[in-house]
């Protein structure tokens, strides 16, 4: 049975404007939207465990997207994640691809990012 129930999607950024700007582009794409301003923030609940997909950025202060990815990644916590980030740099794409996710560089194309979180969550 498929269940007509939102996807969850959970976004960790910083910048509350892009936070905001993220969540209505979520929201208007048919998913719920739940945002955190931190990784530790985030590891304080139980949201990545319920989460369909993590948007996470990359650069964030204390625990990098990076680094909470790895983490999750490792204790089985997160189905999908996709990365944003304001840096294009080659050697950080190689090593988000590396640990089998996507990027996305600021400023990105809403529907392109609505597309990849889909892909993700039907590949699961």
Known sequence: MVSSE???IVVVEDDVGMSKALERLLRAGGFRAQSFMSAEELL??????QADCLVLDINLPGISGLE?????ITEGRARSI???TGQDDAKLQE?????GCLCFCKPFDGKALLGAIRRE????
């Open 121 to 124: 969550i039907e590949s699961f």
């Open 82 to 84: 996709i990365f944003i």
């Open 44 to 49: 304080r609940t139980d949201a990545a465990d």
């Open 68 to 72: 909470l990815a790895r983490c999750l």
């Open 95 to 99: 090593e988000v691809r590396g640990i």
């Open 6 to 8: 939102p996807r969850s």
